[in-house]
């Protein structure tokens, strides 16, 4: 007679036994010898779903020829793929692209979400930087950062700025802006990067700060201006525009993206698919693609370099929301 003896993860845990864990799920075979899934946050054809793809493309070569399959769990600004991957099996079969929001600072965000980011994920690898600008209507007339921020300064109800949504890394830039040159602004929030940039070119707001993928076309089609980068090193894209950081000292903002699963995922597949993914990120095709199209900085970071990203920039938003009383619910 055969006797079988379930035991779950947190029944293991109470007995002490979670190193057991790791060699339990990995003892299975090299890791991937299956299809793995990606989940991207947000909706196909943006620039997260784009860069999600680029990735795809390249995990066979890298990954015993299996392939790594995009699945887009958008809605609540990341949190609905961000509560489903924290909630999958830590076996590095389902892997998601990370956001700022989902995997840093949303439960700052939304105090009722289900899961808290800085626990629920194991990081893997911080793969690009994609540098965000200070835009304006090409007509506005103002030629610099002080001189957006002087016309915010002249008007007792500040100015308004476009956003592509409450907890956005461009709103809490600008909201970080603005308290940094103390000035009012007041966020318009709108559904997408490009709902901004057509605010802008209409004049319905006077400045955002988008991802520069995002205002590129608008700005070599002289429609809007760049006034300034969120991040301290030059951006290629966009020769001889200055960094905020010369306005104000240690000045940075901008959108980051990685691969995490979820939290408990074994050292061994930790470790390869750290391998993987650097390789990808780092081959010459997706590089050069990934500079071109979305100006973006390519990383290939350790995990635990990416770690300490995560807590670096849940450290600089917190207070920026709690003070701001910002709320995505």
């Not at 924290?86 to 995997?103: E, H, K, V």
């Not at 700052?108 to 911080?126: G, I």
Request: aromatic share 6%.
């Amino acid at each position: 007679m055969s006797i079988s003896i379930s035991i779950s993860r947190r029944g293991l845990a109470g007995l002490g036994l979670t190193s057991l864990l790791p060699s339990a799920v990995s003892a299975q075979g090299a890791w991937p010898d299956r299809q793995v899934r990606l989940i991207v946050p947000f909706g196909a054809g943006g620039a997260v779903d784009t860069l999600s793809r680029l990735v795809a493309n390249g995990f066979a070569a890298q990954a015993n020829g299996q392939a790594l399959v995009v699945e887009n769990r958008s809605g609540a600004g990341g949190a609905i793929a961000g509560a489903f991957v924290a909630q999958s099996r830590p076996d590095g079969y389902t892997l998601m692209m990370a956001d700022l929001g989902a995997n840093c600072i949303g439960k700052e965000l939304q105090p009722a979400l289900n899961y808290d980011p800085m626990r629920a994920f194991t990081p893997v690898s911080h793969l690009v930087n994609l540098p965000i600008a200070v835009i304006v209507p090409a007509n506005l007339p103002v030629q610099t950062l002080e001189d957006l921020l002087a016309r915010a300064r002249a008007r007792a109800d500040g100015i308004q700025y476009a956003s592509p949504g409450v907890g956005h890394v461009s709103h809490l830039a600008a909201e970080l802006l603005g308290r940094r040159a103390g000035v009012k602004l007041t966020a318009v929030h709108y559904r997408s990067g490009a709902d901004v940039m057509r605010s802008l070119i209409q004049g319905e707001t006077e400045f955002s700060f988008p991802s520069v993928s995002t205002a590129l076309p608008f700005i070599r089609e002289g429609r809007v201006r760049a006034l300034a980068i969120g991040t301290p090193a030059p951006v290629a894209a966009l020769p001889g525009v200055p960094s905020v950081a010369a306005t104000f000292a240690g000045f940075e903002a901008m959108t980051w993206h990685g691969i995490v699963g979820p939290a408990g995922m074994p050292d061994d597949v930790v470790a390869a698919s750290n391998r993987i993914f650097r390789a990808i990120i780092t081959s010459a095709e997706v590089k050069e693609t990934v500079q071109r199209v979305q100006a973006a900085d390519v990383i290939a970071s350790s995990p635990a370099e990416f770690a300490a990203l995560i807590a670096r920039d849940h450290a600089k938003w917190t207070p920026v929301i709690r003070e701001g009383n910002i709320r995505a619910e």
